[in-house]
Nanobody
Framework: QLVESGGGLVQPGGSLRLSCVVS???????????VGWFRQAPGKEREGVSC????????NYVDSVKGRFSISRDDAKNTVYLQMNSLKPEDTGVYYC?????????????????WGQGTQVTVSS
């Protein structure tokens, strides 16, 4: 199971930090998994935002968030973070974290096996 938190309402240019707590299952500890963040705006498809591999050696970002978002992980706390700075109205949506095997792979949601319930992020003045 994955549980997201940290969403909320923020003004354009503001910051939020999302957290994703990953429960261990299927005999694997949290450090086995790559974890991705996705978002879905109303009426739009779910899109990949960022991913961090097992061990944190690889981090990927979609072009629209490069230089503004930063993903990190603390395996001792079973938690992955998404630091979001310089937020824009187009960043609004429900943010989900999801896990898969050790490497990040592509941006397709179907590539991820386990999902959280999501946390709402609204960027508005």
């Amino acid at each position: 199971q994955l549980v997201e938190s940290g969403g909320g309402l923020v003004q354009p240019g503001g910051s939020l930090r999302l957290s994703c707590v990953v429960s261990t299952f299927a005999g694997f500890t949290m450090d086995y998994y790559a974890v991705g963040w996705f978002r879905q705006a109303p009426g739009k498809e779910r899109e990949g935002v960022s991913c961090i591999s097992s061990g944190g050696g690889t981090t990927n970002y979609v072009d629209s968030v490069k230089g503004r978002f930063s993903i990190s992980r603390d395996d001792a706390k079973n938690t992955v973070y998404l630091q979001m700075n310089s937020l824009k109205p187009e960043d609004t949506g429900v943010y989900y974290c999801a896990s898969r095997g050790p490497s990040c792979g592509g941006w397709g949601p179907h590539e991820y096996e386990y999902w959280g319930q999501g946390t709402q992020v609204t960027v508005s003045s």
